[in-house]
């Protein structure tokens, strides 16, 4: 932990607002980097960590291994060596690329694991650290002041009255339907409400067990492979893999948004018919149809999938935002969850660069509040652009655009590309390689310099 001084920028006070994987990372982030005053607010009861399958590439692992979380989350993941994608009508093989060199070049392996996993190793990770306090149950409720000193309104289920909280700094990782984002927004650009980009795409998510796939050989050989498959079709697709040392599978699809399509814009959820989930994979392979037949009736979820088109700006006064809250993706990439602890991350690299004879002064925390946007918009925008397109690539009906992407795939990404974006070496080197952490340290001065 860095020395302490009588005024010292370690003693900040830290506000997180939301405890997903983005709150998580940043809190302990801080924690980390020697921050003694972290204040973590979650609207939930408790974090009852539910969810599917997430990926863990080289990038967001060597975030993980800073904050001593890596090899919790290692133990029970997948070391992803290949990728199989495949055309969903027929289960023909369009490109298998291996990719069994990621640890070696890039320092870090790529991972898929439980959502859960990666959360509660986050959220032990915090608990293990005295400079970390949690409050569950609490909402925002508004924003009084963003500078020098935000200003917080909050609701508990633990006490009728609302409180209020003054703080150094906010940092709210509150996901897309962010409140936080809403008051800054409105403070900094008189805007009521952000711009909404409609994907037009939704998604099932299912986990099936060692014991389920039984039954099924060809299944259980995927369950026991460290390969990510993909089958594409059009205007949908689905993504399998296995996760908890081998004993479920994920699988994730992207397909036509016709539930939410008249439904209002907060909502994101709704219980699915098996029936119609069936019936949109209907022209799929046996192989998938037997996947989907095992799903309980009961248990099918939909999620509506949703961005924003890019924000104006994430940081007013001393406030930022993080994660979803500013840069929701599709999941085409599988980079959601890893920019958002990136993102933590970078915050208290910068942070903790304030010289002590500035850490009350609020010019000097917008302004580094500003760096760590500088830092991460360009790259952020570009990795939630590249996923958009990586998705209607995927997406293609018959056609000539079609023939060329397959005629691409063959190649197994021996040219260095592959159309699916996330397969692809050169994507690969871009993201994989990226040290957010040096980036920021290397970067500071002169970005704070041209502010």
């Known amino acids: 932990m860095p020395h302490s001084t009588a005024a010292d920028v370690y003693d900040l006070r830290i506000v997180v607002i939301g405890a997903g994987m983005g709150g998580l990372g940043t809190a302990l982030a801080f924690a980390k980097k020697g921050f003694k005053n972290i204040s973590v607010y979650e609207t939930a009861s408790n974090l009852g960590f539910v969810g599917a399958g997430i990926q863990m590439p080289p990038n967001v692992m060597r975030v993980l291994d800073r904050l001593g979380v890596a090899p919790e989350i290692e133990a029970e993941a997948t070391d992803v060596q290949a990728t199989s994608i495949r055309q969903g009508s027929t289960n023909e093989e369009l490109a298998h690329v291996s990719m069994p060199d990621i640890r070696e070049k890039y320092g870090f392996p790529h991972l898929t694991g439980h959502r859960s996993n990666l959360a509660g190793s986050l959220y032990n990770g915090c608990l293990k650290e005295p400079a970390i306090k949690f409050y569950f149950g609490t909402s925002l409720v508004n924003i009084t002041s963003f500078s020098p000193k935000p200003t917080l309104i909050f609701r508990s289920r633990a006490q009728e009255e609302e409180f209020t909280v003054e703080c150094d700094i906010l940092l709210s990782a509150d996901g897309i339907k962010s ?137 007013h006064g001393s406030v930022a935002l993080v994660g979803d809250a500013c840069h929701a993706t599709l999941p085409h990439l599988s980079q959601g969850a890893a920019m958002a602890i990136e993102d933590g991350a970078v915050l208290a690299e910068v942070v903790s660069e304030i010289p002590a004879e500035k850490i009350h002064d609020g010019e000097t925390i917008t302004k580094t509040l500003k760096v760590y946007e500088l830092l991460r918009k360009p790259h952020c925008t570009a990795l939630v652009d590249l996923a958009t397109h990586s998705g209607r690539v995927l997406h293609l009906g018959e056609g000539k655009a079609k023939e060329e992407r397959d005629k691409a795939f063959k190649e197994n990404g021996k040219s260095g590309s592959v159309p699916d974006k996330w397969a692809s070496p050169d994507v690969q080197k871009m993201i994989y390689a990226n040290d957010c952490v040096k980036e920021a340290r290397e970067r500071f001065g002169k970005l704070f310099a041209s502010l």
Request: a neutral charge; one cysteine or more; hydrophobic letters at 35%.
């Open 179 to 315: 409140p936080t984002r809403s008051h800054l927004l409105r403070a900094s650009h008189n805007l009521t409400q952000t711009e909404e980009e409609d994907t037009g795409q939704a998604a099932y998510r299912i986990m099936l067990t060692r014991e389920q796939l039984a039954p099924f050989p060809e299944l259980i050989k995927l369950l026991d492979s460290n390969t990510v498959v993909r089958w594409v079709g059009e205007r949908r697709h689905i993504i399998a893999y296995p996760v908890s040392n081998h004993n479920i599978y994920n699988i994730s699809t992207a397909h036509p948004d016709t539930n939410f399509a008249s439904a209002t814009s907060a909502t994101y959820t709704t219980k699915g018919s098996k029936s119609q989930m069936l019936s949109v994979f209907e022209t799929f392979c046996p192989l998938v149809q037997d996947m989907l037949n095992l799903v309980p009736d009961g248990e099918v979820c939909e999620w509506k999938l949703r961005i924003h088109k890019p924000l104006p700006t994430w940081v």
